[in-house]
């Protein structure tokens, strides 16, 4: 067991359940933003495994690094999910489906973005990398002022585009994909069941408008430059699987715009702020090796990967346990939730020294960190975990490559806090001005 876990009752025993006084459940309901000081609370007082309520039932916190890797890595059919606040945009693509559908689903989908697979995407990668690196240049020779997170978005956004159409991303379609954005913002404020996506109709009709575009000219074969995208894929699995309808065709599409851009343009908007508080850590990155050498893209790595650390991409992943289980000494019963929270698994001073501090050498030769695999999960881990890790690792590496050295970042405000959404985001907006480095 480690040394994180709760020591808590004999396996046979139910662990205690604190009360919670009714006004901290109550601004639960009401601020995601309070959930996460509730579970440190929680993990402070009980430690790496513990039930506290959230209204009527217990619900299970799992911080601890070996009971993570129980409930994620090697009982997934236990410990399943059961809804998906993105629902409402995703409908049942890969991110939020369940059973058979979601083994069928990404089946499909994994061979296109690991191993192998992802050398079909280096050039797009790469070219929307120097697409990133000229607007910095034209904003760095006119001083004019940018916001950071909307250029990450713009990155990302083009680079997925790239990888699902084959184009690059065009202005127009920009500007209604923005809607993306307002939409996986407002998530956490929407009501529940239908009325969830009545609130916004006007942003999923312009999303929605652009998918079935982009389905349309993919059927008739207008491929980019650099060849057909993942849109190919799922036509062409639609000649062979019935349950590849229309609408499933766009619901892939749109949770891969989804997943496949908010989480990267927050990680480099996070790790910008990050080198404002810690400057010196660009310079130990751009000193690590000559530019385009193995020794500075694996500083650039390790920069990108205590991010992800701070602010990881999946900071909390509901499971609903569907049998009976002893779990770091508990007894968890079918039916209960339990909230896996790698926000604060990263940030276990017993697991992670100074962890609130940006130390990108963590990560770099001779560094050290959790030799236990649940100790470090920024995009989740076992058999749900991200299918595009690889993807937004790379991708995040490329830019950085041309950035980093080549511009300063001075920022003229900062956001007050973080925002938790499906996301840790910034809370406001990152107003910069760019200079180019000498």
Known sequence: MSTTANPGPSPAATPPVPELPPEAVEEWRTEEAELIDLLARTRQRLGGV???????????????????????????????????????????????????????????????????????????????????????????????????????????????????????????????????????????????????GEAVTGDLARIDAVAHAAIAAARRHEDGPDGPGVLRVLLDAAEQYPEYTERLIRDELVTLLVAGHETTATTLTWLYLLLDHEPGARRWALDAGPEGSPERREAVQALVSETLRLYPSAWILPRHALADDTLAGHRVEAGTDLLVCPYLTHRDPALWPDPERFDPTRFGPGGTRPAHLGGYLPFGLGARACLGTQFALRESVAVLELLLPAFTVRFLARPAGAAYSITVRPDGPTPVVLTAAG
């Open 50 to 196: 513990a039930a506290f309520r959230i209204g009527p039932r217990p619900t299970v916190l799992v911080t601890d690094p070996e009971a993570v890797q129980h409930v994620l890595g090697r009982h997934p059919e236990r410990y399943v999910k059961r809804s998906h606040r993105a629902r409402t945009i995703a409908g049942e693509g890969v991110l939020t489906a369940t059973g058979e559908a979601w083994k069928r689903q990404r089946r499909m989908l994994q061979a296109q973005f690991t191993g192998p697979g992802m050398r079909r995407y280096e050039q797009r990668i790469a070219a929307a990398a120097r697409r990133a690196a000229d607007r910095w240049a034209g904003y760095a020779h006119t001083g004019e002022q940018i916001d950071l997170g909307a250029e990450m978005r713009h990155f990302a956004l083009d680079t997925i585009w790239r990888a699902l159409t084959g184009h690059p991303l065009d202005p127009a379609t920009e500007r209604e994909l923005d809607r993306i954005a307002a939409v996986v913002a407002a998530l956490p404020q929407l009501p529940d069941g239908e009325q969830a």
